[in-house]
């Protein structure tokens, strides 16, 4: 009886491993059609990616990508809010110096840069601003990039600067 027991084990077991083959033989070949399937579409990717690449590093096409660059950064600079600009500016201005000229520029990190004339009744007045902007967190790194003695036409001492100012775009 001991033997017969074991026959029907055994015949189960088989049967389950022959079940259970037949179920998943074709799994591996499911897989190596998709597989292929993805490498194919892969390869016609890599060739859209490569005539692209082809048609974007066309000499014709850089007047194009410039004039975008170009218009991406006047859209970025349409976004500055003059009104709060000159806001932060007016909070730490002195009463002696005053904004003549103010540009806005986004450098290559998205960052805003004034690039600016002001005029100041003396030095002393310039170097007072200059502390005020050191010392705000919304303007860094100042640059005097140079300066301009009173005239019979411009009283003030003139100076031209860059600041880097935090508002958000």
């Known amino acids: 009886m001991l033997i017969g027991v074991a026959t029907l084990t055994l015949t189960v077991v088989t049967a389950l491993i022959v079940a259970t083959y037949i179920l998943h033989r074709e799994l591996p070949i499911g897989l190596a059609k998709h597989q292929s399937q993805l490498r194919a579409e892969l390869a016609d990717l890599s060739a859209d990616e490569a005539k692209l690449r082809k048609i974007l590093q066309d000499s014709e096409n850089d007047v194009v990508f410039e004039r975008s660059m170009f218009l991406n950064r006047l ?62 967190n919304l303007f860094e790194s100042p640059n005097l990039r140079g300066s301009v003695p009173p005239s019979d036409n411009q009283p003030l001492f003139r100076y031209q600067l860059t600041v880097r100012y935090d508002q958000q775009l």
């Open 75 to 136: 859209l970025q600079r349409k976004g500055i809010s003059w009104t709060r600009t000159f806001f932060d500016l007016e909070s730490i201005l002195p009463s002696r110096v005053q904004v003549i000229q103010i540009r806005p520029e986004v450098t290559a990190s998205n960052d805003i840069a004034l690039s600016m004339q002001v005029g100041a009744e003396a030095p002393s007045d310039f170097i007072e601003f200059l502390k005020a902007l050191e010392g705000s």
